[in-house]
């Protein structure tokens, strides 16, 4: 199965001359994707053509120092902006950028040249406003040698401009193979939450708890309360310079939270064969939040969707299985007696008691990543469908799963049903 990764380098210390090209391409850049969208707001029917020929045509005539490929580009995200922008009932500012956006570069406009010696660098030709310039990409070893097994071959690339420097990020598409749900031999379950981000259990196919390791969150809910606490502060003291500061410091903070647990849940499954990441469905979690301002705010924040994005990719790029189940009281049934009775402590959420055969409950994110991978037993041994599934990321998809699988009695039907010996005997 193909799969796409992102190869990132930092672009070299630019003479003035190459500095000044690539800057005035970033800012022309942004121009004209600006132009796009205002010519699509003015009629909306003319993406019907994704190469919007008139529109290209006033484009080439107003911005002519720019590289025709690059313009075309230019169009085509403008058109992926306009579509995200129609499609989303809640955004009601049209997109226009005052800030700086990738530029865009396919096989057209970039050319490799080859590894620099001696060095972990490359020289690579960029179109730009001012023509070709030849420029160095600095990069890790790991990505250098990636990229030079494919041949320097790409899918594309997008240049970006951070403070005083510019970015190359490089899409390659490289291959795995992904295990059929007839060879899983191990399950990884994953629990996400705010008190611990993510929580994994391992059992093999006999039900077996192999391995499991919690990720605690403590740390991240303290950092992330300074950050709204800052924000608030500059806020009401009207300090606008350091509020500009402070833009994009908690994002980028949770991206590399997520990046780092993603990376340590698959390097754990990466030690089984046949292994197969099972996650929640997570949907409609924010609006049916009822709680405190604070907690209100900390489930509006929570990054799940990302992370889970993160899991997923790395997966398929290490050779790993991912599916989805429904999430509906998953840390409510009890693994021991299979009946939905766990009851959870007032004081505390992690801690509950069974009410049919009196089990202790002391971690009840634990719980639901053990009948997260239950689950995906009664789904494997009925073949009802996988939710989340998507073949062309290498899943398998026969039926979608109906509101009937979310009902009370059929979750705990199906978890006492599938303790491991029903697996077993299929």
Not at 53 to 64: G, L, Q, S
Not at 161 to 181: F, K
Not at 249 to 259: A, G, L, S
Not at 280 to 287: F, Q, V
Request: some cysteine; glycine content about 6%.
């Amino acid at each position: 199965m193909k799969s796409v990764r992102a190869l990132s380098f930092k672009i070299a210390d630019p003479n003035p001359g190459k500095e000044r090209a690539l800057n005035r391409t970033v800012r022309l850049f942004r121009r004209v994707v600006n132009f796009y969208l205002h010519r699509i707001g003015e009629s909306p029917s003319i993406i019907g053509n994704k190469n919007m020929p008139d529109v290209y045509r006033e484009a080439k005539a107003m911005y002519p120092d720019m590289n025709t490929a690059l313009l075309q580009q230019a169009g085509r995200v403008a058109i992926e902006q306009y579509k995200a922008y129609a499609n989303n009932d809640n955004n009601s500012k049209f997109p226009h950028f005052n800030s700086f956006i990738p530029v865009r570069y396919d096989k057209r406009t970039m050319t490799v040249y080859g590894e620099s010696e001696g060095k972990f660098s490359l020289w690579v030709s960029l179109s730009t406003t001012e023509g070709r310039k030849v420029v160095l990409l600095q990069g890790s070893k790991q990505h250098i040698e990636l990229w030079d097994s494919l041949g320097f071959d790409f899918r594309d690339a997008r240049l970006y401009r951070r403070g005083d420097d510019y970015y190359l990020i490089v899409h390659i598409e490289t291959e795995a193979e992904i295990p059929s749900q007839d060879d899983f031999e191990h399950f990884v379950g994953v629990d996400l939450g705010l008190n611990n981000l993510a929580v994994i259990g391992v059992q093999d196919r006999d039900g077996n708890i192999l391995e499991s390791k919690f990720f605690d969150g403590g740390y991240v809910g303290e950092k992330r309360k300074k950050f709204h606490a800052k924000r608030r502060e500059y806020g009401i003291r009207k300090l606008w310079y350091k509020l500009r500061r402070t833009k994009g410091k908690e994002k980028r903070f949770m991206r590399d939270v997520n990046h780092k647990i993603s990376r340590n849940i698959v390097d754990i499954a990466s030690e089984y064969d046949n292994a197969v990441i099972v996650m929640e469905k997570l949907e409609g979690i924010r609006s049916n939040v009822r709680g405190s301002r604070d907690h209100n705010r900390k489930v509006h924040n929570w990054n799940f969707s990302q992370l889970q994005e993160f899991i997923q990719y790395k997966c398929h790029v290490s050779g790993i299985a991912y599916r989805k189940v429904v999430a509906y009281k998953t840390s409510s049934v009890c693994t021991t007696c299979g009946h939905l009775a766990i009851r959870r402590s007032s004081s505390n959420a992690e801690v509950g008691v069974c009410k049919k055969c009196g089990y202790d409950v002391n971690a009840a994110d634990f719980l639901g990543a053990i009948n997260i991978v239950r689950r995906l037993f009664f789904y494997m041994e009925n073949n009802t469908g996988l939710c989340g599934s998507s073949p062309n990321r290498g899943c398998n998809d026969s039926k979608a799963c109906s509101a009937a699988e979310i009902d009370s009695s059929l979750l705990e039907h199906e978890l006492r049903r599938s303790m491991p010996r029903s697996l077993l005997q299929t």
